[in-house]
């Protein structure tokens, strides 16, 4: 079963550019996540997607940030102006329900795009 | 307010010892627990999930304990190696929700 797939793996800009990541998740899998993971600290939700509607974008700053996934099937995440404080790794998730009722569905992690804003 | 703890915020030991990573939570409504691996610069892996219903759970040489009374849970690494070195994630999972991440332990592993 192939992964989580991200793109880029890195990405250099410049404060106040504009920079988009890329994920396509596990093929049948109706929950998407995206977090941000400041390095030394764990992931922080960005926002949650089921099928192609948004699920939780509270801890999304939307005056920067957006998210998109139109098919329901793969999602971009889009930094618009960039920050020095959006420097983080963006890690794309997948799982197969969105519900978890005790049960044991799992999330997988992409590898992250390392994103540098100088 | 629901938040994870984990200690120590980092460890080093020798290959072959043995070592306990902890974690705290209050979270509620609990759903599940998980122990996640991540390697430098890649995704967290999954180790484990305990229910609430569930003490322990092994995989390989790495022991996961769940007390629900308390809510701590315990990853239990015997015999480390060289590639253990990573940093060892505890997610809770809110009942019908999201996960809770804690901050992470990162381990080192020296010959």
């Known amino acids: 079963e192939a992964g989580v797939a991200q793109s880029p793996r890195y990405k250099i800009i410049e404060k106040r550019q504009s920079v988009a990541f890329w994920c396509n998740p596990i093929?049948?899998?109706?929950?998407l996540y995206w977090y941000q993971q400041i390095l030394g600290q764990g992931p922080k939700l960005l926002i949650q997607f089921q099928n192609n509607g948004v699920v939780d974008d509270s801890q999304l700053p939307k005056d920067r940030f957006s998210a998109e996934r139109l098919k329901g099937v793969d999602s971009t995440l889009k930094i618009q102006p960039a920050k020095l404080e959006d420097s983080a790794v963006y890690l794309c998730a997948s799982r197969r329900t969105r519900r978890d009722r005790g049960g044991s569905t799992e999330a997988f992690f992409g590898q992250g795009t390392r994103l540098t804003v100088v | 307010k629901n938040q994870v703890e984990q200690s120590p915020q980092s460890l080093i030991i020798l290959e072959g010892k043995n070592c306990t990573l902890q974690c705290n939570y209050t979270v509620s409504p609990f759903s599940n627990l998980r122990w996640y691996k991540q390697d430098t610069g890649r995704g967290p892996v999954s180790l484990t999930i305990?229910?609430?219903?569930?003490n322990t759970k092994s995989n390989g040489r790495y022991t996961a304990t769940l007390d629900a009374d308390t809510k701590q849970s315990s990853l239990h690494i015997t015999a480390s190696q060289l590639s253990d070195s990573a940093s060892y994630i505890c997610v809770v999972s809110v009942y019908g929700q999201n996960f809770v991440f804690g901050p992470g332990t990162r381990l080192s592993v020296l010959p």
């Open positions: 093929s049948g899998h109706a929950t």
């Open positions: 305990m229910t609430f219903s569930e």
